[in-house]
């Protein structure tokens, strides 16, 4: 297995390049009436000029992050929030609830490879998950690899493992902190002890071992200017062959693009041995190409097999020289395609046409092709014989999210997860031959489940496009209008926002809340025509659409905008933020994660300029008039009353850099007019979220939950 991380994610009014030097101007009030300061952010008189429209940016010594001044301020932020939130009196209790739910096992899939098993689990309120293997799944699991171990603080993360095909080493990669680079280590299964091999400077990478287990491919970027490896651009990606017990410095340079600076790869052998698959992709674009190396001839040279990247081509699994792909070419909701080696004419045999539903993943096991569909949003499954006829339907337990049934060819089980908004993550193991699941491994949570219910409502966006929702919330809710809403949305990058389990949401509602999400235009929920409606030039159909969400709340009594807060995380911050500044009047509290709020200079950081698929470039100009238009750090209009808004980041977020928030929340402190708080929370040794220690996750849940209760006027309510 390799837990691979994607490369990733209005009035304009700009602001005024004047000079203020304001120090400590009381913006906002405790309960107890007790003035809280916001600290100095010196506005500086930095302006560009962008297609001959001058753009004031203020802030601009904010994305120094290792400045002393930059350290200075963020210490004298956080100090400011920490303050704020500690006068919240139900922030404990919430703590303790959250501590009290999130105590329960949970698994991950596990993985054969040479007849055992390798599977992550967390036994409740460990900080990192742990690595197992079980001789049988009748027998006992063992501990492989304990990451609590490696760090003081339990951020030393693992972040992927790949198991070689004969069961006896396991490739695993550590990331420190929440960075998204990587290293890579070697571990003997049978002594559990660590070879000497280490491979440095990887990131949004995978590995693929040989069929011999001699070694295993990976790419990996050459090591970064010293002192910035957290904002430089991330550019030349280099696939490698690392041969086990060599040094780093003599591993194989297999394939890399010198005049193409944005290509990565990440690699793939096909479960015979005999070819080395990989797929090449340029940031977050849907668009990919495939090449090949044929690793049964010696000498053998990478070749172009899909090269014109005007589709996404995901490779499913091979039969000798037949490839199949699971892809979107002339079918925005995806098929499966054959492609035959030995014919590189596009003479390809359809096995599985587009439907109705969106082909979300596909995966080929004992024989069988696994279908993973998405109808509204929710999971479908169904299996398929090589030739494309339907063989069955897998019955699921409910409306909910399916992900899974990996496994080699001739291997007659698989494993799947199953998990909704009140389902935990529950494991089965899947008989391929007879179609019968059985519980593999089922959590025990400390909640009433059958208490709850969820529901999908349609509603209609600004242009009269149909837009999906769920809510979950207490049965035998009233629609007084009173009830208190988180509503969460993403909407983009082509990802689809399904059911899931998750424990702030859950004591969200105990205490009387509705959980809501919002499939927006520019996710995956439809495939890749409602993905390409809120891209680009477009982008503001996701913005519209989260709005009208929020408006349908308001106008079918479920809530007020008093008792309505937003939130989303990194391009769902971008969303939340957006949203805020072009309605304010909406919403009652706004929680901004880790997000996007520069759209002027994102592609200057890490990999950020891979988001241009997604976003445009502000070196185009009808690109650039747009993200102008909706570029948060740039609308914020003084005098403005903002609603109370946390900003949440991360020192060590390598991802969407802290500059974003930083820039945002000096910029939101300078301009509200109104007396709602504008705090920012910066977590230390942590990034943009993969890998964070449970104790982090807690905290920060408790403080997100407490803030949203001060901030909507909500009482603690029994569970």
């Not at 906002?28 to 809280?36: H, T």
């Not at 920490?82 to 006068?87: D, F, I, K, T, V």
């Not at 090269?307 to 098929?335: E, I, M, N, T």
């Not at 966006?461 to 149909?466: L, W, Y």
Request: include cysteine.
């Amino acid at each position: 297995m390799s837990i691979h991380k994607t490369p990733f994610l209005a009035p304009q009014v700009a602001l005024s390049a004047d000079r203020t030097d304001e120090r400590m101007r009381p913006l906002f009030e405790r309960q107890a009436g007790e003035s809280l300061p916001y600290p100095e952010s010196r506005r500086a008189g930095q302006v560009d000029v962008y297609h001959g429209v001058p753009v004031a940016d203020p802030y601009r010594w904010l994305e120094d992050l290792d400045s002393d001044e930059t350290r200075g301020w963020v210490a004298a932020q956080n100090r400011v929030t920490a303050a704020w939130l500690s006068a919240i009196p139900e922030r404990e209790e919430i703590r303790q609830r959250l501590t009290q739910i999130w105590n329960y096992e949970r698994y991950g899939l596990p993985v054969k490879e040479g007849g055992r098993y390798f599977f992550v689990k967390n036994d409740g309120l460990q900080n990192q998950s742990v690595l197992y293997v079980m001789e049988d799944l009748d027998g006992p699991a063992r501990v492989l690899l304990d990451p609590n171990e490696l760090s003081p603080d339990g951020t030393v993360a693992l972040v992927a493992f790949n198991v070689s095909p004969d069961g006896r080493r396991v490739a695993y990669g550590l990331a420190s902190g929440g960075s998204d680079w990587q290293e890579w280590r070697v571990r003997d299964v049978d002594t559990g002890l660590d070879l000497d091999d280490h491979l440095r400077w990887g990131k949004f990478s995978t590995s693929a071992w040989t069929l011999d287990g001699g070694g295993f491919f990976y790419s990996r970027y050459d090591e970064p200017a010293a002192g910035r490896p957290r904002e430089e651009a991330n550019f030349f990606q280099k696939l490698y062959f690392h041969r086990l017990g060599t040094p780093q410095s003599e591993d194989e340079l297999v394939y890399h693009r010198p005049d193409d600076r944005q290509m990565g790869f990440l690699p793939c052998v096909t479960p015979d041995g005999r070819y080395l698959v990989i797929q090449v992709w340029k940031g977050t674009e849907s668009e990919n190409a495939i090449l090949c190396k044929d690793l049964g001839s010696p000498g053998s040279q990478v070749v172009d097999l899909l090269a014109d990247f005007d589709a996404s081509y995901l490779f499913v699994g091979s039969d000798g020289p037949l490839f199949r792909f699971h892809s979107d070419l002339d079918a925005p909701r995806g098929r499966v395609l054959e492609v035959d080696l030995r014919d590189p004419a596009r003479r390809w045999r359809e096995v599985i046409p587009q439907t109705a539903e969106t082909l979300q993943s596909v995966t080929s096991v004992h024989g069988r092709l696994v279908a993973c569909y998405l109808q509204d949003a929710h999971s479908r499954v169904r299996l398929f014989e090589p030739d494309g006829r339907l063989a069955r339907d897998l019955d699921l337990p409910g409306v909910g999210t399916v992900t899974g049934f990996a496994g080699r060819p001739d291997d007659p089980e698989t494993f799947y997860c199953f998990t909704g908004y009140t389902t935990p993550s529950t494991i089965y193991r899947y008989d391929v031959e007879t179609g019968e699941s059985r519980v593999f491994r089922q959590p025990r949570v400390d909640f009433d489940q059958e208490a709850y219910e969820t529901r999908q409502v349609f509603f209609e966006s600004r242009d009269g496009t149909r837009v999906p929702m769920f809510l979950t919330h207490r049965k035998g809710l009233e629609l007084d209008g009173t009830n208190p809403v988180y509503l969460y949305g993403y909407g983009g990058f082509n990802t689809a926002v399904t059911p899931s389990f998750g424990v702030t949401s859950l004591v969200w509602m105990e205490h009387g809340g509705i959980y809501a999400v919002a499939n927006l235009r520019g996710g995956g929920e439809y495939g890749e025509d409602w993905h390409q409606a809120g891209t680009k030039l477009q982008k503001q159909n996701t913005f519209d659409d989260f709005i009208a969400a929020a408006e349908w709340l308001v106008a079918n009594g479920y809530t007020s905008p008093e008792r309505l807060a937003i939130a989303g995380f990194s391009n769902g911050g971008l969303l939340t933020a957006a949203s805020m500044i072009q309605r304010p009047g909406l919403f009652g509290a706004v929680v901004i994660g880790v997000g996007v709020l520069d759209m002027l200079r994102f592609p200057r950081f890490t990999i950020g300029w891979g988001w241009v698929s997604d976003y445009g470039s502000p070196e185009d100009p009808k690109e650039f008039e747009v993200l102008y238009s909706y570029s948060p750090y740039h609308n914020l209009e003084p005098g403005t009353a903002y609603p109370p808004t946390l900003i949440i980041t991360a020192d060590h977020d390598d991802r969407v850099v802290p500059a974003h928030s930083f820039k945002f929340a000096a910029a939101l402190q300078h301009a509200q007019g109104g007396e709602a708080p504008a705090l920012i929370r910066i977590e230390t040794r942590a990034g943009h979220g993969s890998g964070k220690p449970m104790s982090k996750m807690i905290q920060e849940a408790a403080d997100e939950l407490g803030f949203l209760l001060k901030a909507l006027g909500m009482g603690l309510q029994s569970p």
